[in-house]
């Protein structure tokens, strides 16, 4: 590997989607939650996500000071939770999601140009 490939490897945290959105779990949990709208408790993403419960917490409490994350209800003492697709930044990934796809399936011919 060369000195700077593995330069930039270092700096891998710091791009243009891996800062707002995170790698490794942080990601997994903002995508579980997204996934289709089904609210999900915190003991269910973590075993989703094979992550710790603390794990899912602190980056559920991150995302929620965000408004990425939205609490929907509590069944029991399980408070149950959303990405927030309402808010600016859930509007934004559902409009990233919806490009990328598309472009996806205008290169493999799925749809017309």
Known sequence: M???????EGDADDTRLI???GSGARMTVTALLGEDGTD?????????????????DDHIDE?????????????????MYRFSADDTIGECVAELESVTLRRLLERDGALDG
């Open 2 to 8: 060369s000195t700077e490939t593995h330069e930039l």
């Open 40 to 56: 999900l408790d915190a003991t269910t993403i973590a075993r989703l996500a094979g992550v710790a419960r603390s794990t899912v």
């Open 63 to 79: 995302r929620r000071r965000l408004s990425i994350v939205e609490q929907t209800r509590n069944i029991g003492d399980s408070p």
């Open 19 to 21: 800062r707002p959105f």
